[in-house]
C-alpha cells in the first residue's frame, strides 16, 4: 500500500506562486514499485485533468496551459513530490491530487489540496 498526503494548497492572487507537496509513504511492495508520479487537478463541473507528471528516469510532462508556470520535481527515493507552480491564473483554480502509479500499472491517490487564484 502507498498513501499519499498533499499540502500546500491556499488562496493566492493571481500571479502569485504556490508549492505544493505530496508526501509519500508505505510498504513494499507497492511503495517501492512506483514508477511516477503526477499531480491532476479538477475543478466544479469538469473531469479531473492531468497537470504535470514525472518518471523514475526523471522524464516530465505537463497539460499545455501550465507548460512554462509549473514545475514538478521529487526527491529520490519516492519520498516527496512537489509542484512548483508560479504566474497563477483564476482558471488554475482546482483541487489538487497527487498520484502514484506501479509498474504494474495500479494507481494510488491522495484527498487532494485545494488552491484558489483571486482575480
Known amino acids: 500500500q502507498v498513501q499519499l498526503v498533499e499540502s500546500g494548497g491556499d488562496l493566492v492572487q493571481a500571479g502569485g506562486s504556490l508549492r505544493l507537496s505530496c508526501a509519500v509513504s508505505?510498504?513494499?511492495?507497492?511503495?517501492?514499485?512506483?514508477?511516477?508520479m503526477a499531480w491532476y487537478r479538477q475543478s466544479p463541473g469538469k473531469e479531473r485533468e492531468l497537470v504535470a507528471s514525472?518518471?523514475?528516469?526523471?522524464?516530465?510532462h505537463y497539460e499545455d496551459s501550465v507548460q512554462g508556470r509549473f514545475t514538478i520535481s521529487r526527491t529520490q527515493p519516492w519520498r516527496t513530490v512537489y509542484l512548483q507552480m508560479s504566474s497563477l491564473k483564476p482558471e488554475d483554480t482546482a483541487v489538487y491530487y497527487c498520484?502514484?502509479?506501479?509498474?504494474?500499472?495500479?494507481?494510488?491517490w491522495g484527498q487532494g489540496t485545494h488552491v484558489t487564484v483571486s482575480s
Open positions: 508505505g510498504r513494499a511492495p507497492s511503495i517501492t514499485a512506483i514508477n511516477s
Open positions: 514525472i518518471r523514475t528516469s526523471g522524464h516530465t
Open positions: 498520484s502514484a502509479r506501479t509498474t504494474w500499472g495500479h494507481d494510488f
